[in-house]
């Protein structure tokens, strides 16, 4: 079975620094990856998704890594700001999961302070 | 544009009441998703439906039924809630046709008493 790992679980930075966030996964046999942001009482926003065979996705400031091999994926934020402050979850779909079913990390709590 | 749209947003039950989460989207998908979000637990498959009138039993099935209507339309059925079941739910669909992009409601948050 697909286990997702994010690490660390909980990050605060004072704003402007440049920030990586952390999802590792056991089994490197997967059709993508995605990640998503969660603020606070509402649901997940997609950000960005990784094809298996792509090995970097950027928008804006965020950059998305993967290295399927390794079973590892890393979130860039650059110049953090107050407002990307949220929750960041990263999730797997396996290759074999027929109905598209998507294996998801803990999330990262990140709060970027002024 | 609506994306994925849940029905209600909070509800609050009695032991053994039944409710019906709704959930609609208008994205043209195929696949649909209900999960449920608890503390500690991250985010868990209840079931997921493939295409109209089809339908599968995800991680933690017990306790739910669902019905995909049509394309558009997959609702969550509670027959006999428990307090267990209070959780936030939410709903996805997902884009076959193009990435394969996951897109979420903003969720029901149900408190079983």
């Known amino acids: 079975k697909q286990e997702v790992t994010q690490i660390p679980a909980a990050l605060s930075v004072p704003e402007g620094e440049n920030l990586v966030l952390n999802c590792s996964f056991t089994?490197?046999?997967?059709?993508?990856l995605q990640w998503f942001r969660q603020d606070p009482g509402k649901g997940l926003t997609s950000l960005l998704l990784?094809?298996?065979?792509?090995r970097e996705q950027t928008s804006g400031r965020l950059n998305a890594s993967l290295d399927k091999s390794s079973g590892r994926s890393t979130l860039y934020i650059a110049a953090s700001q107050p407002g990307d402050s949220a929750t960041y979850l990263c999730a797997v779909r396996p290759r074999g999961s027929t109905l598209g079913r998507l294996y998801f990390g803990r999330g990262t709590q990140l709060t970027v302070w002024p | 544009n609506a994306g994925v749209t849940q029905t209600p947003k909070f509800q609050v039950l009695k032991t053994g009441q039944s409710m019906t989460l709704q959930c609609a989207q208008d994205m043209n998908h195929n696949s649909m998703y209900w999960y449920r979000q608890d503390p500690g637990m991250g985010l868990r498959l209840i079931y997921y439906s493939a295409s109209e009138g089809t339908t599968d039993k995800g991680e933690v099935p017990n306790g739910y039924n669902v019905s995909r209507l049509n394309k558009r339309e997959f609702s969550l059925r509670l027959e006999s809630a428990a307090p267990s079941q209070t959780s936030v739910y939410f709903c996805?669909?997902?884009?076959?046709?193009?990435?394969?992009?996951?897109?979420f409601g903003e969720g029901s948050r149900l408190t079983v008493l």
């Open positions: 990784i094809q298996s065979s792509q």
């Open positions: 089994d490197s046999a997967i059709y993508n």
């Open positions: 996805a669909s997902r884009d076959h046709a193009n990435t394969g992009e996951l897109f």
